[in-house]
Nanobody
Framework: QVQLVESGGGLVQAGGSLRLACAAS????????MGWFRQAPGKEREFVAG????????DYADSVKGRFTISRDNAKKTVYLQMNSLKPEDTAVYYC?????????????????WGQGTQVTVSS
């Protein structure tokens, strides 16, 4: 079993930066892709970024490409999301998730463990 705890959310002005972290516990952090998702009020949960186990290949939603960077430290069992040039439309609850396989996937059902979420609010 994997437990995920996010941190690093908060309130920031447009154009600012935040770094989210997701600490995993349990033996199955290894051999799993990790992903970040977000959900804004009244909207469905959407894929933001993912990183594979092994070669560390990454995938990003078009809306964040070039502004967000996902990374992982396998020794620390932690995955990060560096968010730069934040926009008001990035406001959402951000969730960390552990994938069922080592390869990045976008659909939420491809992930079977989820954190509790951390709020990110970007003011204009």
């Amino acid at each position: 079993q994997v437990q995920l705890v996010e941190s690093g959310g908060g309130l920031v002005q447009a154009g600012g930066s935040l770094r989210l972290a997701c600490a995993a516990s349990g033996r199955t952090f290894s051999s799993r892709a990790m992903g970040w998702f977000r959900q804004a009020p009244g909207k469905e949960r959407e894929f933001v970024a993912g990183i594979s186990w092994g070669d560390g290949s990454t995938d990003y939603a078009d809306s964040v490409k070039g502004r967000f960077t996902i990374s992982r430290d396998n020794a620390k069992k932690t995955v990060y999301l560096q968010m730069n040039s934040l926009k008001p439309e990035d406001t959402a609850v951000y969730y960390c998730a552990a994938g069922r396989t080592p390869w990045v996937a976008r659909p939420p059902p491809a992930y079977d463990y989820w954190g509790q979420g951390t709020q990110v609010t970007v003011s204009s």
